[in-house]
Protein backbone atom coordinates (compact mmCIF):
# COMPACT_ATOMS: atom_id res chain seq x y z
CA UNK A 1 0.00 0.00 0.00
CA UNK A 2 1.31 3.72 -0.75
CA UNK A 3 0.19 6.65 1.12
CA UNK A 4 0.47 9.90 -0.85
CA UNK A 5 0.46 13.02 1.59
CA UNK A 6 -0.17 16.15 0.32
CA UNK A 7 2.94 18.75 1.83
CA UNK A 8 2.01 22.08 1.92
CA UNK A 9 0.51 22.62 5.52
CA UNK A 10 1.26 26.18 5.67
CA UNK A 11 -0.68 27.05 2.39
CA UNK A 12 -3.74 24.47 3.73
CA UNK A 13 -1.76 21.87 1.12
CA UNK A 14 -2.88 24.62 -1.94
CA UNK A 15 -2.63 22.69 -5.21
CA UNK A 16 -0.15 23.84 -7.26
CA UNK A 17 1.51 22.25 -10.38
CA UNK A 18 4.19 21.26 -8.35
CA UNK A 19 1.44 18.86 -6.03
CA UNK A 20 -0.07 17.85 -9.51
CA UNK A 21 2.65 16.78 -11.37
CA UNK A 22 3.78 14.88 -8.18
CA UNK A 23 0.60 12.67 -7.84
CA UNK A 24 0.73 12.13 -11.83
CA UNK A 25 4.18 10.86 -11.17
CA UNK A 26 2.98 8.57 -8.31
CA UNK A 27 0.39 7.34 -10.23
CA UNK A 28 2.60 6.52 -13.71
CA UNK A 29 5.54 4.97 -11.81
CA UNK A 30 3.28 2.84 -9.47
CA UNK A 31 5.12 0.16 -8.67
CA UNK A 32 3.63 -3.43 -8.96
CA UNK A 33 3.78 -4.47 -5.34
CA UNK A 34 1.08 -1.57 -4.36
CA UNK A 35 -2.43 -3.25 -3.83
CA UNK A 36 -3.76 0.30 -2.98
CA UNK A 37 -3.06 3.95 -2.42
CA UNK A 38 -4.04 6.72 -0.07
CA UNK A 39 -4.04 10.43 -0.89
CA UNK A 40 -4.30 12.74 2.50
CA UNK A 41 -3.40 16.14 3.52
CA UNK A 42 -0.58 16.87 5.77
CA UNK A 43 -1.55 19.54 8.53
CA UNK A 44 -4.97 19.95 9.61
CA UNK A 45 -6.57 19.97 6.02
CA UNK A 46 -6.46 17.79 3.02
CA UNK A 47 -6.71 20.61 0.27
CA UNK A 48 -8.03 24.24 0.14
CA UNK A 49 -8.19 23.49 -3.75
CA UNK A 50 -6.66 25.56 -6.78
CA UNK A 51 -3.26 27.94 -5.82
CA UNK A 52 -5.29 30.81 -6.67
CA UNK A 53 -2.10 32.52 -7.12
CA UNK A 54 -1.48 30.44 -10.22
CA UNK A 55 -4.62 31.74 -11.88
CA UNK A 56 -3.76 35.50 -11.68
CA UNK A 57 -1.07 35.65 -14.74
CA UNK A 58 -3.17 32.91 -16.68
CA UNK A 59 -4.78 33.58 -20.26
CA UNK A 60 -7.63 31.57 -22.09
CA UNK A 61 -5.07 29.34 -23.29
CA UNK A 62 -3.11 28.61 -20.82
CA UNK A 63 -5.96 28.31 -18.39
CA UNK A 64 -7.49 25.53 -21.05
CA UNK A 65 -4.28 23.74 -21.13
CA UNK A 66 -3.94 23.64 -17.17
CA UNK A 67 -7.31 22.63 -16.69
CA UNK A 68 -6.93 19.72 -18.84
CA UNK A 69 -3.84 18.58 -17.42
CA UNK A 70 -5.89 18.40 -14.07
CA UNK A 71 -8.50 16.20 -15.95
CA UNK A 72 -5.59 14.13 -17.19
CA UNK A 73 -3.73 13.47 -13.77
CA UNK A 74 -7.35 13.21 -12.03
CA UNK A 75 -8.35 10.72 -14.51
CA UNK A 76 -4.59 8.29 -13.55
CA UNK A 77 -6.68 8.45 -9.94
CA UNK A 78 -10.19 7.09 -11.40
CA UNK A 79 -8.77 5.01 -13.87
CA UNK A 80 -5.74 3.61 -11.80
CA UNK A 81 -5.11 -0.19 -11.57
CA UNK A 82 -5.73 -0.43 -7.80
CA UNK A 83 -8.42 1.38 -5.05
CA UNK A 84 -7.60 4.74 -3.75
CA UNK A 85 -9.04 6.09 -0.54
CA UNK A 86 -8.99 9.97 0.05
CA UNK A 87 -8.56 10.49 4.03
CA UNK A 88 -10.18 13.58 4.50
CA UNK A 89 -10.21 16.76 7.33
CA UNK A 90 -10.63 20.07 7.97
CA UNK A 91 -11.19 21.50 4.46
CA UNK A 92 -11.75 19.68 1.39
CA UNK A 93 -12.52 22.66 -0.84
CA UNK A 94 -12.80 23.31 -4.78
CA UNK A 95 -9.95 21.46 -6.27
CA UNK A 96 -9.38 19.42 -3.21
CA UNK A 97 -12.83 18.27 -3.51
CA UNK A 98 -12.37 17.42 -6.63
CA UNK A 99 -9.20 15.28 -6.16
CA UNK A 100 -11.15 13.64 -3.54
CA UNK A 101 -13.98 13.00 -6.30
CA UNK A 102 -11.51 10.81 -8.49
CA UNK A 103 -10.44 8.62 -5.68
CA UNK A 104 -12.68 5.53 -5.13
CA UNK A 105 -13.34 5.93 -1.13
CA UNK A 106 -13.61 8.50 0.71
CA UNK A 107 -13.33 8.31 4.53
CA UNK A 108 -14.03 11.88 6.62
CA UNK A 109 -13.26 12.77 10.13
CA UNK A 110 -15.76 15.40 11.80
CA UNK A 111 -13.47 18.19 11.39
CA UNK A 112 -13.81 18.09 7.83
CA UNK A 113 -15.95 20.36 5.36
CA UNK A 114 -16.76 20.71 1.66
CA UNK A 115 -17.16 23.87 0.10
CA UNK A 116 -16.73 24.98 -3.58
CA UNK A 117 -16.12 28.90 -3.29
CA UNK A 118 -15.34 29.42 -7.04
CA UNK A 119 -18.82 31.39 -7.71
CA UNK A 120 -16.75 33.84 -4.64
CA UNK A 121 -13.88 34.00 -6.84
CA UNK A 122 -15.23 34.54 -9.93
CA UNK A 123 -14.50 31.39 -11.36
CA UNK A 124 -15.76 27.62 -12.33
CA UNK A 125 -14.81 23.89 -11.01
CA UNK A 126 -11.84 22.95 -13.30
CA UNK A 127 -10.51 19.61 -11.98
CA UNK A 128 -13.51 17.28 -13.33
CA UNK A 129 -15.89 18.18 -10.59
CA UNK A 130 -18.97 18.90 -12.46
CA UNK A 131 -18.70 15.66 -14.19
CA UNK A 132 -17.51 13.52 -11.10
CA UNK A 133 -19.50 15.33 -8.02
CA UNK A 134 -23.26 15.22 -9.33
CA UNK A 135 -22.65 11.53 -9.91
CA UNK A 136 -22.34 11.54 -5.98
CA UNK A 137 -24.64 13.90 -4.75
CA UNK A 138 -26.58 15.31 -7.66
CA UNK A 139 -26.78 18.24 -9.58
CA UNK A 140 -29.12 19.92 -7.35
CA UNK A 141 -26.70 19.76 -4.56
CA UNK A 142 -23.81 20.55 -6.17
CA UNK A 143 -25.76 23.59 -7.49
CA UNK A 144 -26.07 24.65 -4.49
CA UNK A 145 -23.14 24.75 -3.36
CA UNK A 146 -21.48 26.61 -6.46
CA UNK A 147 -24.35 29.19 -6.51
CA UNK A 148 -24.72 29.86 -2.53
CA UNK A 149 -21.00 28.94 -1.43
CA UNK A 150 -22.76 26.45 1.08
CA UNK A 151 -20.51 24.70 3.18
CA UNK A 152 -21.60 20.99 3.93
CA UNK A 153 -20.48 19.78 7.08
CA UNK A 154 -18.52 15.94 7.65
CA UNK A 155 -22.19 14.90 8.77
CA UNK A 156 -23.38 15.81 5.83
CA UNK A 157 -20.80 15.05 3.37
CA UNK A 158 -22.05 11.24 4.17
CA UNK A 159 -25.58 11.43 4.19
CA UNK A 160 -25.63 13.02 0.82
CA UNK A 161 -23.04 9.94 -0.69
CA UNK A 162 -19.54 11.77 -0.96
CA UNK A 163 -17.93 10.28 2.08
CA UNK A 164 -18.76 6.29 2.13
CA UNK A 165 -17.19 6.45 5.91
CA UNK A 166 -17.14 8.97 8.83
CA UNK A 167 -14.77 8.24 11.55
CA UNK A 168 -14.24 9.55 14.97
CA UNK A 169 -11.51 12.72 15.39
CA UNK A 170 -8.55 11.70 13.87
CA UNK A 171 -9.56 8.53 12.41
CA UNK A 172 -9.68 9.21 8.95
CA UNK A 173 -6.00 8.41 8.16
CA UNK A 174 -6.14 5.46 10.20
CA UNK A 175 -9.20 4.11 8.88
CA UNK A 176 -8.19 4.43 5.50
CA UNK A 177 -5.15 2.82 5.86
CA UNK A 178 -7.25 -0.11 7.13
CA UNK A 179 -9.47 -0.03 4.24
CA UNK A 180 -6.35 0.19 2.20
CA UNK A 181 -5.17 -3.08 3.21
CA UNK A 182 -8.84 -5.14 2.98
CA UNK A 183 -8.91 -3.88 -0.99
CA UNK A 184 -5.03 -4.82 -1.93
CA UNK A 185 -6.00 -7.98 -0.53
CA UNK A 186 -8.91 -8.67 -2.97
CA UNK A 187 -8.11 -10.72 -6.07
CA UNK A 188 -6.63 -8.36 -8.53
CA UNK A 189 -9.68 -8.96 -11.10
CA UNK A 190 -12.04 -8.34 -8.74
CA UNK A 191 -10.56 -4.97 -8.34
CA UNK A 192 -10.03 -4.57 -12.08
CA UNK A 193 -14.19 -5.46 -12.54
CA UNK A 194 -14.88 -2.99 -9.75
CA UNK A 195 -12.65 -0.12 -10.73
CA UNK A 196 -12.35 -0.50 -14.49
CA UNK A 197 -15.94 -2.03 -15.71
CA UNK A 198 -18.59 -1.28 -12.70
CA UNK A 199 -18.31 2.74 -13.66
CA UNK A 200 -18.73 1.76 -17.47
CA UNK A 201 -21.68 -0.59 -16.60
CA UNK A 202 -23.75 1.94 -14.11
CA UNK A 203 -23.60 4.36 -17.21
CA UNK A 204 -24.78 2.31 -19.99
CA UNK A 205 -27.87 1.26 -21.23
CA UNK A 206 -29.30 -2.16 -18.77
CA UNK A 207 -28.99 -4.65 -21.96
CA UNK A 208 -25.36 -3.45 -22.83
CA UNK A 209 -24.44 -3.45 -18.81
CA UNK A 210 -26.08 -6.77 -18.18
CA UNK A 211 -23.56 -8.11 -20.93
CA UNK A 212 -20.87 -6.63 -19.64
CA UNK A 213 -21.46 -8.02 -16.30
CA UNK A 214 -22.09 -10.98 -17.26
CA UNK A 215 -18.59 -11.32 -20.00
CA UNK A 216 -16.63 -9.53 -16.56
CA UNK A 217 -17.90 -12.06 -14.67
CA UNK A 218 -17.10 -15.45 -16.55
CA UNK A 219 -13.40 -13.88 -16.79
CA UNK A 220 -12.96 -13.11 -12.87
CA UNK A 221 -15.12 -16.62 -11.66
CA UNK A 222 -12.49 -18.58 -14.66
CA UNK A 223 -9.48 -17.43 -13.00
CA UNK A 224 -7.16 -20.08 -10.76
CA UNK A 225 -7.34 -17.62 -8.10
CA UNK A 226 -10.91 -17.24 -7.96
CA UNK A 227 -11.18 -20.73 -8.09
CA UNK A 228 -8.47 -21.52 -5.51
CA UNK A 229 -10.43 -18.50 -2.99
CA UNK A 230 -13.54 -20.43 -3.45
CA UNK A 231 -11.80 -24.00 -2.44
CA UNK A 232 -10.72 -22.69 0.80
CA UNK A 233 -14.15 -21.16 1.82
CA UNK A 234 -15.63 -24.35 0.71
CA UNK A 235 -12.94 -26.03 2.75
CA UNK A 236 -13.03 -23.94 5.99
CA UNK A 237 -10.10 -22.68 5.44
CA UNK A 238 -11.03 -18.55 5.03
CA UNK A 239 -13.09 -16.30 7.60
CA UNK A 240 -17.05 -16.16 7.03
CA UNK A 241 -18.56 -12.93 6.27
CA UNK A 242 -19.61 -11.21 9.61
CA UNK A 243 -21.46 -7.88 10.55
CA UNK A 244 -18.92 -5.57 12.00
C1 LIG B 1 -7.03 23.39 -12.93
O1 LIG B 1 -7.98 24.22 -13.48
C2 LIG B 1 -8.89 24.80 -12.68
C3 LIG B 1 -9.04 24.55 -11.31
C4 LIG B 1 -10.02 25.23 -10.58
C5 LIG B 1 -10.13 25.06 -9.16
C6 LIG B 1 -10.67 26.03 -8.41
C7 LIG B 1 -10.64 26.04 -6.95
O2 LIG B 1 -10.02 25.22 -6.29
S1 LIG B 1 -11.54 27.31 -6.24
C8 LIG B 1 -11.19 27.19 -4.53
C9 LIG B 1 -9.98 27.98 -4.14
N1 LIG B 1 -9.79 27.93 -2.71
C10 LIG B 1 -10.31 28.83 -1.87
O3 LIG B 1 -10.96 29.76 -2.26
C11 LIG B 1 -9.96 28.61 -0.41
C12 LIG B 1 -9.15 29.79 0.11
N2 LIG B 1 -8.63 29.52 1.44
C13 LIG B 1 -9.35 29.68 2.56
O4 LIG B 1 -10.54 30.00 2.55
C14 LIG B 1 -8.61 29.50 3.87
O5 LIG B 1 -7.25 29.63 3.62
C15 LIG B 1 -8.86 28.12 4.55
C16 LIG B 1 -8.60 26.96 3.59
C17 LIG B 1 -10.31 28.06 5.05
C18 LIG B 1 -7.91 27.93 5.75
O6 LIG B 1 -8.01 29.04 6.61
P1 LIG B 1 -6.85 29.30 7.66
O7 LIG B 1 -6.48 28.03 8.31
O8 LIG B 1 -7.28 30.43 8.52
O9 LIG B 1 -5.57 29.71 6.77
P2 LIG B 1 -5.25 31.10 6.02
O10 LIG B 1 -4.59 32.01 6.97
O11 LIG B 1 -6.44 31.62 5.29
O12 LIG B 1 -4.23 30.60 4.89
C19 LIG B 1 -2.89 30.24 5.22
C20 LIG B 1 -2.04 30.52 4.02
O13 LIG B 1 -2.46 29.70 2.92
C21 LIG B 1 -2.79 30.49 1.79
N3 LIG B 1 -3.85 29.80 1.04
C22 LIG B 1 -4.92 29.16 1.53
N4 LIG B 1 -5.65 28.66 0.53
C23 LIG B 1 -5.04 29.00 -0.62
C24 LIG B 1 -5.31 28.80 -1.99
N5 LIG B 1 -6.37 28.06 -2.40
N6 LIG B 1 -4.48 29.30 -2.90
C25 LIG B 1 -3.39 29.99 -2.53
N7 LIG B 1 -3.06 30.23 -1.23
C26 LIG B 1 -3.89 29.75 -0.30
C27 LIG B 1 -3.24 31.81 2.39
O14 LIG B 1 -3.17 32.82 1.43
C28 LIG B 1 -2.22 31.96 3.51
O15 LIG B 1 -1.01 32.36 2.94
P3 LIG B 1 -0.03 33.40 3.71
O16 LIG B 1 1.13 33.55 2.81
O17 LIG B 1 -0.86 34.64 3.90
O18 LIG B 1 0.29 32.72 5.01
C29 LIG B 1 -10.82 26.13 -11.24
C30 LIG B 1 -10.67 26.36 -12.62
C31 LIG B 1 -9.70 25.72 -13.32
O19 LIG B 1 -9.51 25.94 -14.66
Redesign the pocket.
Known sequence: MLSLGLNRP???N??NDGIILAIQDCFTNLPESVGAVVIHGIG??FS??????E?TEQDATE?LR??Q??HRVFDRIQYSRVPVIAALK??V????L?LACAAHIRVAEPSAYFA???G??G?????GGSVRLPRLIGVARMTDMMLTGRVYSATEGAAYGFSQYLTEAGGALPKAMELAERVAANAPLTNFAVLQALPMIAEANPQTGLLMESLMATVAQSDKEAKQRIRAFLDRKTAKVKPT
Open positions: AKRALDHSGLDLSLGHSMWGAIGGGELPEQRIFVGG
